[in-house]
Nanobody, 125 residues
Framework: VQLVESGGGAVQAGDSLRLSCAPS????????MGWFRQTPGKAKEFVAA????????EYADFVKGRFTISKDSAKKTTFLEMNGLKPEDTAVYFC???????????????????WGQGTQVIVSS
């Protein structure tokens, strides 16, 4: 079982990207999903999370109004729509699955048990 991220790339400031995260081997339709990011030498930081139904979302303050987390109708693929990208958004972005099923979203790294390999986002000024 693994999570496969895609959609990263190199863009200019102000551009948009959409990251995707799809599980292979099983589905996690009753689990919350999260996106984190990491830059060299720093710990992962929370970006956004969505609960299993897609009705509840949570965002880090620095992405509110710019990023949107969502799920497809089958609740198999999770997306992170990133608009108005800034150079400080440059990072490796990881998706993750909550450790156990539940209603809530979580912004702590320790709440997640399965991680993708990451996808690089580079935003130049």
């Amino acid at each position: 079982v693994q999570l496969v991220e895609s959609g990263g790339g190199a863009v200019q400031a102000g551009d948009s990207l959409r990251l995707s995260c799809a599980p292979s081997g099983r589905t996690f339709s009753t689990y919350a999903m999260g996106w984190f990011r990491q830059t060299p030498g720093k710990a992962k930081e929370f970006v956004a999370a969505i609960n299993w139904s897609g009705r509840t979302t949570e965002y880090a303050d620095f992405v509110k109004g710019r990023f949107t987390i969502s799920k497809d109708s089958a609740k198999k693929t999770t997306f992170l729509e990133m608009n108005g990208l800034k150079p400080e958004d440059t990072a490796v972005y990881f998706c993750a699955v909550q450790k156990s099923p539940g209603e809530d979203t979580y912004n702590g790294e320790s709440e997640y048990g399965l991680w993708g390999q990451g996808t690089q986002v580079i935003v130049s000024s």
